[in-house]
């Protein structure tokens, strides 16, 4: 069983920025496609950032050039870099994994990643 575990989140204020990390149990990072997910209180879980087995890269609206993906397959690890944060940023954060899955597919509705991550809670103060 895949476990997926987050790290990186915290309290911050407005326009600073955090770094998420996501380490994967076994050797998926460069063969799946990897996302970043967020759910505020009240509110829909949405999809943040997808990085799929080809590097090929996908970004909702909301977060495109403030946040970016990354991985590292020697360490089993996907990154998410996160600058300019806003309040609305401000949500639990969910790393997800998923073999069939395209970086574009991976932010539409409904998806349905096979792997989670616990989570990491980011805080943004305004």
């Known amino acids: 069983q895949v476990s997926l575990v987050e790290s990186g989140g915290g309290s911050v204020q407005a326009g600073g920025s955090l770094r998420l990390s996501c380490t994967a149990s076994?050797?998926?990072?460069?063969?799946?496609?990897m996302g970043w997910f967020r759910q505020a209180p009240g509110k829909e879980r949405e999809g943040v950032a997808a990085?799929?087995?080809?590097?090929?890269?996908n970004y909702a609206d909301a977060v495109k050039g403030r946040f970016t993906i990354s991985k590292d397959n020697s360490k089993n690890t996907l990154y998410l870099q996160m600058n300019s944060l806003k309040a609305d940023d401000s949500a639990m954060y969910y790393c997800?994994?998923?073999?069939?899955?395209?970086?574009?597919?991976?932010?539409?509705?409904?998806?349905?990643?096979?792997?989670w991550g616990q989570g990491t809670q980011v805080t943004v103060s305004s």
């Open positions: 076994e050797n998926i990072v460069s063969r799946y496609c």
């Open positions: 990085i799929d087995s080809d590097g090929s890269t």
């Open positions: 997800a994994a998923d073999e069939i899955y395209t970086a574009y597919q991976a932010l539409e509705d409904e998806v349905q990643f096979d792997y």
